[in-house]
């Protein structure tokens, strides 16, 4: 079996999000279990040097875009199993960051185009093309409907993974030929048009083989009005082929009994030595060292899609318990401006740190009892599953992910590994809050809920395997 994944990002090279980390890991997994596994990637400004280093050349071509005739170079870098296709474009890719550029449906339409002429000039041909989210969603469809003459594609497989439905890569009909060289019958026909834009998400639904999302719960969520973002009516059409595998983590890089970032290692088995972390925590950012006092942490982009908005709404009220609070993120300016403002109100109480810091991150889920995670919607998410394995109990909206991953306490049996809310309110939050400091005071239940969250096995293994069983189901 031959696995060739695309996305616009992947870790340890670029990373933004859940998508940079799926990619990181997923195909590793599968290399350890004898896949042959391949991922083609932007070779975009911010590589860093350790790994620009190490790339080789491969040879070039010319990719048409429209009516333009582009450059692209492809260099490789191998690791721990899996080869790196890069596709260097210095007009599309040599600038900062990943995304956010008024050019990125030219950026994108050049990056698909490139992976598909790629696959036959350098022989690596898969049995399964794996895209991700928007940016690489078009890819089934050009691949039948433009390069469905080539013979070596005839056999290939595609998957679609959704990361997020809400970004869809919406674009003007003029697109298809300044961008792909096609005639406007495929916007006439409604094929690739939703609300009169080419639509590339909707595409790749109607396109690719199989597509899946990031747990069970957001496929189901996102066939209804609520959580489809318009193409709740493509996805039930499209059910029969629609499933969803829930993310992992990778279970050696976070791991509380050798994690070389965190002040004392511990381990299900020596759970008494976790408060050090919290103490370290609490001297970090400032808090005064209290640690029988509950902390809460939150690692999170401040947007209303986290769930923002609630947390302004009820701040000052969760201040008022005996409680401590430390926010790590950054991201709307209203939301940054307004949480720093109760922090000023509250020093003793809450820590608000305006970053995107990798390590502060871990200090925070290994030093934090309880970690919080109110969003509005969430596809997967990872943080709550960093946090299980940290033994930090996660507060939850109970929605597509999160649903699936944190068992919210039962009182009656005083068993779980988090708390959760389903109504998406302030009071509800405040109320899981209030259930979460009352368990604390159980010290027995609590640890008990801490050992079944640190034995929970959210590892990559067990999501590889159903990945390998779909592709082998598709390719029979």
């Known amino acids: 079996m031959r696995v060739l994944f695309t996305g616009a990002e992947c870790a340890p090279f670029f990373k933004t999000g859940g998508l940079g980390d799926v990619l990181g890991s997923l195909p590793n997994q599968l290399a350890k279990e004898g896949v042959d596994v391949g991922v083609v990637i932007p070779l975009y400004q911010d590589l860093p040097e350790r790994y620009r280093e190490k790339l080789e050349y491969q040879g070039n071509f010319i990719v048409p875009v429209g009516w333009r005739n582009q450059y692209c170079g492809v260099f490789t870098l191998k690791r721990k199993g899996v080869t790196y296709f890069f596709i260097d474009n210095e007009y599309y890719f040599k600038r900062p960051g990943i995304y956010g550029y008024y050019d990125d449906g030219e950026r994108y339409a050049f990056f698909q185009q490139a992976v598909i002429m790629m696959m036959e000039r350098f022989n690596f041909i898969p049995n399964i093309l794996h895209c991700n989210d928007y940016h690489t969603a078009f890819i089934p469809f050009l691949l039948r409907e433009k390069w469905g003459f080539v013979d070596a594609y005839r056999g290939i497989k595609t998957v679609l993974t959704i990361h997020n439905l809400e970004f869809q890569g919406k674009y003007n009909a003029k697109t298809l030929p300044n961008f792909f060289g096609l005639d406007y019958d495929w916007f006439d026909s409604g094929i690739v048009r939703m609300d009169n834009d080419v639509n590339w998400m909707k595409t790749g639904i109607l396109y690719a083989d199989r597509v899946t999302t990031v747990s069970p719960s957001y496929a189901r969520e996102i066939q209804t009005p609520e959580f489809g973002q318009g193409l709740d009516g493509i996805l039930r059409m499209c059910s029969h082929k629609l499933s969803g595998i ?231």
């Open 246 to 476: 829930l993310n992992g983590i990778d279970f050696e890089k976070y791991n509380p009994k050798t994690d070389p970032i965190i002040k004392a290692n511990y381990s299900v088995y020596h759970l008494h030595q976790k408060v050090k972390d919290k103490i370290a925590l609490q001297k970090e950012v400032g808090l005064p060292i209290k640690p029988k006092v509950p902390l809460i942490g939150m690692v999170s982009r401040l947007t209303a899609q986290k769930g923002c908005q609630l947390l302004l709404d009820e701040l000052d009220n969760i201040l008022q318990f005996n409680v401590q609070m430390v926010i790590l993120g950054n991201g709307d300016p209203y939301y940054e401006h307004n949480l720093t403002e109760i922090a000023k109100r509250h020093p003793d109480k809450l820590k608000v740190i305006l970053a995107f810091d990798v390590k502060l991150a871990q200090r925070i889920y290994a030093g934090a009892d309880s970690f919080l995670m109110p969003s509005a919607f969430e596809p997967c998410g990872l943080s709550q599953l960093i946090a299980l394995r940290y033994g930090t109990l996660p507060i939850v909206h109970q929605i597509g992910g999160l649903a699936d991953t944190v068992w919210v306490y039962d009182k009656t049996k005083n068993e779980g590994t988090g708390f959760g809310f389903r109504e998406f309110n302030g009071y509800q939050m405040v109320q899981a809050i209030k259930k979460m400091l009352t368990v604390y005071q159980q010290r027995d239940n609590w640890v008990k809920m801490q050992k079944i969250a640190m034995k929970s096995d959210f590892s990559w293994r067990n999501s590889a395997d159903k990945y390998k069983w779909m592709y082998g189901e598709l390719i029979g």
